[in-house]
């Protein structure tokens, strides 16, 4: 897999990844409508169950500074968007005789500290145009779900392949700027820091 376009995209492809997905980042995705030209499509992952149905997890990233964003977050996981990506990944898994089980739409926002007093507005935007998109911060999605991929004592150790996985598991591990370390504790480079207390995503 080619590295993606930002590093945010790049941490949850590699999450995804440890998650058995097989994932891809920069979809280009043709509008029908509207006289031509593309949407793209973050990143995106399937696998197949147990039971032979496709599992897809589809997030876009970004910043929320407008309404417009918000509009093009909702374009982003636009019907014909989501029956392309669908007939992508069944291809990929041999064929259309592939259904889908579940199909996960998240938006994972980058830098929201900018308007934190219009968080749960924009989120409620969000779900006005598509109230099945879940929608976090990055710093929440960091804490509450890669943390929560990373190895364990005595698992085997990531591949290096997947970097930023690595770095993270490192900042965490010797508390590098107090990284994982509750509020007000000073960090210890040697021993392994405490979980990272997770905060609440506003509803």
Partial sequence: M????????????????????????????PIRNGGGGRREADVVGA???????????????????????????????????????IARFKNRFGGRHNRVKHYTMRCVVTYPHERVANWKRWVAAIHRLNQYIKVSRLDDFIAQDV?????KDREPMLPEGQWLLCLT????????????????????????SRKLEVAQIPA
């Fill in 169 to 192: 598991a490192y900042l965490r591990s010797y508390s590098v700027c107090n990284f994982g370390n509750s509020a007000g504790q000073k960090p210890n480079n040697i021993r392994k």
């Fill in 147 to 151: 943390l929560s991929v990373l190895p």
């Fill in 47 to 85: 696998r197949l169950g147990k039971d032979g149905l496709l599992d897809i997890l589809h997030v876009e990233t970004g910043a929320l500074l407008d309404q417009p964003t918000v509009e093009r977050i909702g374009q982003k996981f636009s019907v014909d968007v989501r029956r392309y990506i």
């Fill in 2 to 29: 080619a590295f993606a376009r930002t590093w945010a995209e790049e941490l949850i492809a590699e999450w995804m990844q440890r998650k058995d997905y097989l994932v891809e980042t920069g979809i280009p995705v």
